[in-house]
């Protein structure tokens, strides 16, 4: 069975640093692109950054550019978004989310079909 | 970037009823590039359909996508309580964007 099981976020201060996580399995890791997702009750569900299957190539929303780092470890199976320079408005449900077909990725086909969620994880921006 | 507008925002139905919900485009979509997805409360959304019609893996029959150009549709004949929740639809032909939902109610 496919599952993703989100962890870290919390609280951190406006400019402030958070890291969130996913543990994959059931699948081969590293033929897959993985995205991050958000959601607010405010503006929904925002995509925010893609990695490819081998992590040669990241990709990010506007939001976020600059400041959110997406990574992986294939050998771990595991991917992570570290946040930095926090903003009120990046305080969301954190989805870890993997792409419906294997294989190699671009842009545009990175963030295409989400095929599986993982359970969100919270975090919040406040002073 | 490509606005969803979903309707209607909110529908109360029975089980057993048929639900047909709407999802609009702010332009037209080059390719059948949009997916529906399931959300309960408290829980992550769930993949139903893919490439305007295509059911995802394990998805009964009695969801059906359909659609061109702006206007998309999701049907669900005959509801179950497990269908009750809040429905996206998202677009991934120019980059990637979702609707607001339609959460749909029990009766």
């Known amino acids: 069975e496919v599952q993703l099981l989100g962890s870290g976020g919390g609280l951190a201060q406006p400019g402030g640093s958070l890291r969130v996580s996913c543990a994959a399995s059931g699948f081969t890791f590293s033929n897959y692109g993985m995205n991050w997702i958000r959601q607010t009750p405010e503006k929904g569900l925002e995509w925010i950054s893609a990695i490819t299957g081998t992590g040669g190539e990241t990709y990010y929303a506007d939001s976020v550019k600059g400041r959110f780092i997406i990574s992986r470890d294939n050998v771990k199976s595991t991917l992570d978004l570290q946040m930095n320079s926090l903003r009120v408005e990046d305080t969301a449900t954190y989805f870890c989310?993997?792409?419906?077909?294997?294989?190699?990725?671009?842009?545009?086909?990175?963030?295409?079909?989400?095929?599986?969620w993982g359970q969100g994880t919270r975090v919040t921006v406040s002073s | 970037d490509i606005v969803l507008t979903q309707s209607p925002g909110t529908v109360s139905l029975s089980p057993g009823d048929r639900a047909t919900l709407s999802c609009r485009a702010s332009q037209g979509l080059s390719g059948n590039f949009v997916a529906w997805y399931h959300q309960r409360p408290g829980q992550a959304p769930r993949l139903l359909i893919h490439y305007v019609s295509r059911r995802a893996t394990g998805i009964p029959d009695r969801f059906s996508g359909s659609g061109s150009g702006r206007d998309f549709t999701l049907t669900i004949s005959g509801l179950e309580p497990d269908d009750f929740g809040v429905y996206f639809c998202q677009q991934y032909g120019d980059s990637t964007t979702f609707g607001q939902g339609t959460k749909v109610e029990i009766k």
């Open positions: 989310v993997k792409r419906k077909l294997a294989g190699f990725c671009s842009r545009t086909s990175c963030r295409d079909v989400f095929e599986t």
